[in-house]
């Protein structure tokens, strides 16, 4: 890359939970602090410890959600200071020479006023709920404003960004990437053991997925129902957490397959749990371009998922798994059966996922896409 190793990079984050946001940020502060400076602009959150790993410099603000006013000035702040941080491997870089904002199209009007020449990218990390609409929107008309370029993660949010009035010309489309994993088996093992796991003897189909509305989680409850039925051998591996877990739960105990449905939580070596899994399902009503799939399909899972946002562009349907409409029960349960039924067609569909995976959603083709697009804008 031309970029030069002198160069500042600011990245700010609305929050620092542990979504797919993060996941991507990470990623790309893990590959550009080794050339670059870098410095996070970000609340405190339950990632933090795994950004704070990473040597750079951070600076807390407070999450406009909890108090606008404080935010804002905790914001401007900070990123003042930031524009006059040295490194210490490199004293002579001082000013900021690129911002990043994820995620809250709001934190670039404070940013650009400060910055009027300076470039701004912004990623789109898909909206949700009831109120997606009108967070597209906004997002377009603050893009069109204040961002010098903005990424969408999938072609599907590239459309649906255009439809709504950003800018084509603005626009960059860079699949979100996941590293191929390194699995650690004595991981595997511990995983295995502490949910009673044996993929030996057992078939194990897995999601991992926030426990909202949003993932259709509810769905594959009832499907994955239709289906266990006398098979005790049969488990489904939620990993997750989030606000409907309770809900989720007894929804298991109603459905009379509480023990043989696992809800893992949140965990911190996904990979591992996730090899344990003979293929994957994606049930989600709302989804830009999942880190979760693209997790699957590098560790070669075959996988199921609903034709929605960036799942159709990840899930190459008859080749690498299956699509279904979103909310259909009936479908699911047809298409796990199936795959159930099909072992050498699931052992098919995880191979050609893996090369998919290799074409598409490598993170190093996340990255290198990423640094071009900065390259671009600083040259």
Not at 3 to 11: A, E, I, S, T, W
Not at 264 to 283: D, K, R
Request: charged fraction near 20%; hydrophobic fraction near 45%.
């Amino acid at each position: 890359m031309i970029m030069g190793n002198n160069k500042h990079l600011v990245y700010v984050l609305p929050y620092l939970e542990q979504g797919g946001t993060e996941k991507q940020a990470l990623s790309l502060i893990e590959e550009f602090q080794q050339r670059y400076q870098v410095s996070l602009l970000a609340p405190t959150g339950k990632t933090l410890p795994l950004f704070l790993d990473k040597q750079l410099n951070y600076t807390e603000f407070t999450s406009w959600d909890r108090n606008f006013f404080r935010g804002l000035r905790e914001l401007v702040a900070g990123i003042k200071a930031a524009n006059q941080r040295q490194s210490l491997a490199e004293p002579l870089c001082k000013r900021i020479d690129l911002i990043h904002v994820h995620g809250a199209h709001e934190l670039m009007i404070p940013l650009r006023l400060l910055f009027p020449k300076l470039p701004i990218v912004f990623t789109v990390h898909g909206y949700h709920g009831a109120s997606a609409d009108i967070s597209y929107r906004l997002a377009c008309i603050f893009a069109n404003l204040w961002a010098t370029r903005v990424i969408c993660v999938c072609q599907t949010e590239y459309d649906i960004l255009v439809k709504f009035g950003m800018n084509p010309a603005k626009l960059e489309m860079i699949y979100n990437g996941v590293p191929t994993p390194i699995l650690d088996r004595s991981i595997v093992d511990s995983l295995a053991q502490k949910f009673g796991l044996n993929p030996s003897n057992q078939t194990i189909i897995g999601t991992a997925a926030r426990l909202s509305e949003a993932k259709g989680l509810t769905y594959l409850l009832q499907a994955f129902a239709r289906v266990a039925n006398d098979k005790s051998n049969l488990r489904l591996v939620i990993a997750g957490v989030g606000e409907l877990e309770q809900q989720l739960k007894q929804q298991a105990e109603d459905l009379g397959i509480a023990k043989q449905t696992i809800f893992a939580g949140y965990v911190n070596n996904l990979p591992e749990l996730m090899s344990l899994f003979n293929f994957f399902v994606l049930p989600s009503l709302q989804e830009a371009c999942s880190l979760a799939c693209a997790e699957a399909m590098a560790q070669q899972k075959a996988v199921i998922g609903t034709s929605i946002g960036g799942i159709v562009e990840q899930v190459a349907d008859g080749q690498t798994g299956f699509i279904i409409p979103p909310q259909d029960v009936d479908s699911l349960a047809e298409k796990l059966q199936y795959l159930l039924d099909r072992p050498e067609l699931v052992d098919e569909f995880a191979r050609n996922g893996r090369k998919r995976y290799e074409e598409y959603f490598a993170l190093d083709r996340m990255l290198f896409k990423t640094e071009d697009l900065y390259t671009r804008l600083l040259n």
